[in-house]
T-cell receptor
Framework: KAGVTQTPRYLIKTRGQQVTLSCSPISGHRSVSWYQQTPGQGLQFLFEYFSETQRNKGNFPGRFSGRQFSNSRSEMNVSTLELGDSALYLC??????????????FGEGSWLTVV | SQQGEEDPQALSIQEGENATMNCSYKTSINNLQWYRQNSGRGLVHLILIRSNEREKHSGRLRVTLDTSKKSSSLLITASRAADTASYFCATYSGGGADGLTFGKGTHLIIQP
């Protein structure tokens, strides 16, 4: 079956703009989570959605937000982009989430460059 | 915050040799997962090991978990050039607060 699909794969934005990234989880998976990967901070948890509700949130400013739709697809939005937001954004899906001991599957990521 | 710490940070071996990477973590965990990441790509899931398990195998991979020492190891046997990648351990501690917590990874280079 198809894996986790993220779009777009690459994008360049200007400081101050906003960006929306999209994620389609594996069919049947209801938990979607987002991670940011940078050379300096490594992989960091942004937030998790389950059944259209944000269940967990990492330590990121309110400029980072997300949502999940009834078909489990998810989007994350970053407003007022800063240079430091340049990163690989990874979406992950699982049946019910890490708290249930599920295997967490990742997509290929969206490379965001802020100039 | 980084819970896991992989060791070594970088490892270079000859093709055909075995590669061992270690992961240490700080708090009690429910499970630990190992991932592989090729340059610029997403994370590929390798193995999940639960806190009540001590060892798991998958093909050429063997993972051990020692909860008393808060450590795990990943062994790749008979390495191949295609194994060149970064390897991460990720833990989930429970409480629902933080999702998976990753270490900084071990960069493995397999010399042909």
């Amino acid at each position: 079956k198809a894996g986790v699909t993220q779009t777009p794969r690459y994008l360049i934005k200007t400081r101050g703009q906003q960006v929306t990234l999209s994620c389609s989880p594996i069919s049947g998976h209801r938990s979607v989570s987002w991670y940011q990967q940078t050379p300096g901070q490594g992989l960091q948890f942004l937030f998790e959605y389950f059944s259209e509700t944000q269940r967990n949130k990492g330590n990121f400013p309110g400029r980072f937000s997300g949502r999940q739709f009834s078909n489990s697809r998810s989007e994350m939005n970053v407003s007022t982009l800063e240079l430091g937001d340049s990163a690989l954004y990874l979406c992950a899906s699982s049946l019910a989430g890490a708290s249930y001991g599920n295997t967490i599957y990742f997509g290929e990521g969206s490379w965001l460059t802020v100039v | 915050s980084q819970q896991g710490e992989e060791d070594p940070q970088a490892l270079s071996i000859q093709e055909g040799e075995n590669a061992t990477m270690n992961c240490s973590y700080k708090t009690s965990i429910n499970n630990l997962q190992w991932y592989r990441q090729n340059s610029g790509r997403g994370l590929v899931h390798l193995i999940l090991i639960r806190s009540n398990e001590r060892e798991k195998h998958s093909g050429r991979l063997r993972v051990t978990l020692d909860t008393s020492k808060k450590s795990s190891s990943l062994l790749i046997t008979a390495s191949r050039a295609a194994d060149t990648a970064s390897y991460f351990c990720a833990t989930y501690s429970g409480g629902g607060a933080d999702g998976l917590t990753f270490g900084k990874g071990t960069h493995l280079i397999i010399q042909p």
